[in-house]
């Protein structure tokens, strides 16, 4: 699998995918860690590719500035709703892509369409691929980004990993350990970058309050089931112990309101800023989300939180975190928002180098990778 690769070069060449908004959280302590080896003296050249267009609604003005790192060095405009579409139209760009920029090594972020595109695009041209955020399963071959996972993972040759559960999903499908580094969780790295430089949002003091639940809710597939939904909601409307601050997308926002849902003590905004958001997590009471990137920062911030799901991308928030899951199950959400209001939430734990470093341990790991 790995004899027909080329090694890394004395010059270190990286191109770095993005394929959606939340790849720069993890991508931007990757970009600083980067510019503090070249700063010592380290040969190392990056690129950064958006396989989106820089008009994409999603990133907002401020988000490079919010996430102190730098816009991308290349758009690749691939953006059809249409998943074989994008996935063709990505490889057929990422492949001039690096025609054009050749690279020693292609690092893909999560579990993505462009993820395993761009995989697929550097093993065919004999470049070597990192895959951050390896080794998540769910072990449902019906859920997209599950088939995303197994394609980059089976192509990558580095295969840095946020927890032990990874390292073993890893191995039970026949990696070679000495492939796969146990880095930690660099969606924390972010956080910690950033906590000294988070902006309370100008409605909150309108709110006249500094107790709340955050809601988020992005996974279309529980939109879907209208009736479920309202039923969750209903249940927030009746048992939650804080007014909700719901900061969402417009289809989230439209799903809503077809539905009538709407109740004293919900507040909806706009999505907000990275900056802003990220204050809304910190201060938190208590946090239901459906996104995994949510979990984990709750995790981190030991914050109790509440999934609308039936699995966790990193079970270490649930098995030693402060995340809960309750699947789509409005019984099992009246439960947990009971043990919330009666203050008897679970004390968390921070997972093994969930330390707000893993940027360092990802770049001197490929520095050691140079050096072989």
Same mark, same amino acid.
């Given at each position: 699998?790995? /004899?027909? !690769?080329?090694?890394?070069?004395?010059?270190?060449?990286?191109?770095?995918?993005?394929?959606?908004?939340?790849?720069?959280?993890?991508?931007?302590? +990757?970009?600083?860690?980067?510019?503090?080896?070249?700063?010592?003296?380290?040969?190392?050249?990056?690129?950064?590719?958006?396989?989106?267009?820089? =008009?994409?609604?999603?990133?907002? =003005?401020?988000?490079?500035?919010?996430? =102190?790192?730098?816009? %991308?060095?290349?758009?690749?405009?691939?953006?059809?709703?249409? /998943?074989?579409?994008?996935?063709?139209?990505?490889?057929?760009?990422?492949?001039?892509?690096?025609?054009?920029?050749?690279?020693?090594?292609?690092?893909?972020?999560?579990?993505? @369409?462009?993820?395993?595109?761009?995989?697929?695009?550097?093993?065919?041209?004999?470049?070597?691929?990192?895959?951050?955020?390896?080794?998540?399963?769910?072990?449902?071959?019906?859920? %997209? &980004?599950?088939?995303?996972? +197994?394609?980059?993972?089976?192509?990558?040759?580095?295969?840095?990993?946020?927890?032990?559960?990874?390292?073993?999903?890893?191995?039970?499908?026949?990696?070679?350990?000495?492939?796969?580094? /146990?880095? $930690?969780?660099?969606?924390? =790295?972010?956080?910690?970058?950033?906590?000294?430089?988070?902006? &309370?949002?100008?409605?909150?003091?309108?709110?006249?309050?500094?107790?709340?639940?955050?809601?988020? !809710?992005?996974?279309?597939?529980?939109?879907?089931?209208?009736?479920?939904? *309202? *039923?969750?909601?209903?249940?927030?409307?009746?048992?939650?112990?804080?007014?909700?601050?719901?900061?969402?997308?417009?289809?989230?926002?439209?799903?809503?309101?077809? !539905?009538?849902?709407?109740?004293?003590?919900?507040?909806?905004?706009?999505?907000?800023?990275?900056?802003?958001?990220?204050?809304?997590?910190?201060?938190?009471?208590?946090?239901?989300?459906?996104?995994?990137?949510?979990?984990?920062?709750? @995790?981190?911030?030991?914050?109790?939180?509440? @999934?609308?799901?039936?699995?966790?991308?990193?079970?270490?928030?649930?098995?030693?975190?402060?995340?809960?899951?309750? $699947?789509?199950?409005?019984?099992?959400?009246?439960?947990?928002?009971?043990?919330?209001?009666? $203050?008897?939430?679970?004390? $968390?734990?921070?997972?093994?180098?969930?330390?707000?470093?893993?940027?360092?341990?990802?770049?001197?790991?490929?520095?050691?990778?140079?050096?072989?």
């Amino acid at each position: 699998m790995y /004899f027909c !690769l080329k090694k890394i070069s004395e010059k270190m060449k990286i191109s770095i995918i993005a394929g959606a908004r939340p790849n720069f959280m993890k991508i931007a302590p +990757l970009m600083r860690a980067i510019r503090s080896a070249q700063s010592s003296g380290k040969d190392i050249q990056v690129r950064l590719i958006y396989t989106g267009s820089p =008009d994409n609604k999603s990133l907002e =003005d401020s988000l490079f500035d919010d996430l =102190d790192m730098p816009r %991308p060095d290349a758009y690749l405009h691939v953006e059809s709703d249409d /998943f074989f579409q994008r996935l063709s139209g990505i490889i057929v760009a990422f492949a001039q892509e690096l025609e054009a920029y050749p690279a020693d090594l292609v690092m893909v972020v999560d579990d993505l @369409t462009p993820t395993m595109a761009c995989s697929i695009v550097a093993k065919k041209k004999g470049v070597r691929v990192a895959h951050l955020v390896a080794g998540i399963r769910s072990f449902d071959l019906n859920r %997209p &980004k599950e088939v995303n996972r +197994l394609i980059a993972d089976g192509l990558s040759d580095i295969l840095f990993t946020a927890g032990m559960t990874a390292n073993r999903n890893l191995n039970q499908t026949g990696i070679e350990q000495k492939h796969v580094h /146990f880095v $930690g969780n660099i969606l924390l =790295d972010t956080i910690r970058h950033n906590r000294n430089r988070l902006v &309370k949002p100008v409605f909150l003091s309108q709110l006249n309050t500094e107790e709340y639940i955050l809601l988020t !809710l992005n996974r279309r597939a529980l939109l879907e089931q209208e009736d479920t939904l *309202k *039923k969750l909601m209903t249940v927030l409307s009746v048992h939650s112990p804080y007014p909700i601050i719901a900061p969402l997308h417009g289809y989230v926002r439209d799903s809503l309101s077809a !539905l009538h849902i709407a109740f004293d003590g919900l507040h909806i905004t706009e999505p907000l800023p990275y900056l802003s958001f990220g204050y809304l997590i910190h201060h938190a009471k208590a946090i239901i989300t459906d996104s995994g990137n949510v979990a984990e920062e709750a @995790t981190f911030l030991n914050i109790p939180c509440i @999934t609308l799901n039936d699995y966790a991308e990193h079970p270490e928030t649930v098995s030693i975190g402060t995340n809960c899951l309750v $699947g789509e199950s409005p019984e099992a959400l009246t439960e947990v928002l009971q043990t919330l209001k009666a $203050g008897r939430w679970k004390k $968390g734990q921070l997972p093994e180098r969930w330390d707000g470093r893993t940027a360092e341990r990802i770049v001197q790991t490929l520095l050691e990778e140079q050096e072989e």
